[in-house]
């Protein structure tokens, strides 16, 4: 009998930094603009496109073995699954997402014990409702279907929205009064198909890969050539997960190193590692860093 992985990926805002973060990883996804089925080209796995806002759910049935999905969305189905992995990136990078409770800038409202009596507009009904519960607030909550930015002040008074930046909150001229959950990407499992033997380890290599592949997207890789007068100066400026790979040159006094580094240094130290004596500098991108 065939062996198969059932695996949910998010359909929507997630998808395409998905499919990016699996390519990188080395699965290759394909599929039609229509289609609800992706197409891997590994054969053990069989996937299904799906709104992030239901994968939960359909894990926690078992409909599907696995799939990437937010914390967020895992509280408000108050599902029971194995969360194997925080994977955190979102559609706007590597950060996590955040829920807030936002008012228009001239609302009254300046705290979150002002929403008594209030009506509230959310996507995220049954966590905004147990949060405001436990903070002895009552207040109606309304599910939103989207737009929720441009509802207040005529259809709610407050709305709790989704943000990686807050940008879109202020150009709806909206200000946050809280935040009551940051939230990350999860690779979630069935509880059943987390002890099948072959399922679990089919899922970890997938996370393994997926991790790898995170871990790289904001490292780079640096060679270069090093003379021995030099080599202490140089390595001096170099950080790196463990101590830069030194080998020696066929050019007798010079040095070959190698080193991973956080893309973002890279600007203001390859000027430093040139000044100190390194030549031949070189920078790569990574596609995978497995600790």
């Not at 359909?58 to 108050?78: F, M, N």
């Not at 800038?105 to 905004?128: H, M, P, W, Y």
Request: aromatic share 6%; charged share 30%; net charge positive.
């Amino acid at each position: 009998m065939k062996k198969v992985l059932k695996l949910g990926l998010p359909k929507g805002s997630l998808q395409e930094s998905t499919f990016k973060l699996f390519k990188k990883a080395g699965y290759s996804i394909s599929i039609d603009s229509r289609s609800y089925y992706p197409s891997f080209d590994d054969v053990e796995i069989e996937a299904l496109l799906i709104r992030a806002q239901e994968m939960a759910r359909y894990v926690d049935d078992g409909v599907l073995d696995a799939g990437l999905t937010g914390k967020d969305w895992v509280l408000e189905q108050d599902a029971d699954v194995v969360e194997v992995a925080e994977l955190n990136y979102a559609k706007g990078g590597l950060r996590p997402v955040k829920w807030v409770i936002a008012v228009p800038n001239d609302s009254t409202i300046k705290k979150v014990s002002d929403l008594q009596g209030k009506r509230v507009a959310t996507e995220l009904v049954g966590f905004t409702s147990k949060y405001l519960k436990s903070k002895g607030i009552k207040a109606q909550i309304d599910f939103s279907w989207g737009a929720t930015e441009v509802k207040p002040p005529y259809l709610c008074d407050a709305i709790v929205e989704l943000t990686e930046t807050g940008t879109s909150l202020k150009a709806n001229n909206l200000r946050i009064i809280d935040t009551i959950l940051q939230s990350s990407t999860r690779f979630i499992a069935n509880k059943s198909a987390w002890k099948d033997k072959w399922k679990k380890q089919k899922m970890e290599n997938i996370v393994l890969l997926l991790k790898g592949a995170l871990a790289a997207e904001e490292k780079v890789g640096l060679k270069m050539n090093v003379p021995d007068k030099s080599l202490k100066k140089v390595m001096s400026l170099l950080p790196s997960m463990h101590s830069p790979t030194v080998s020696m040159l066929s050019d007798e006094g010079w040095r070959a190193l190698e080193v991973m580094i956080e893309e973002k240094t890279v600007r203001d130290l390859i000027p430093k590692l040139k000044s100190a004596g390194a030549e031949g500098i070189i920078e790569y991108p990574l596609n995978k860093v497995i600790p």
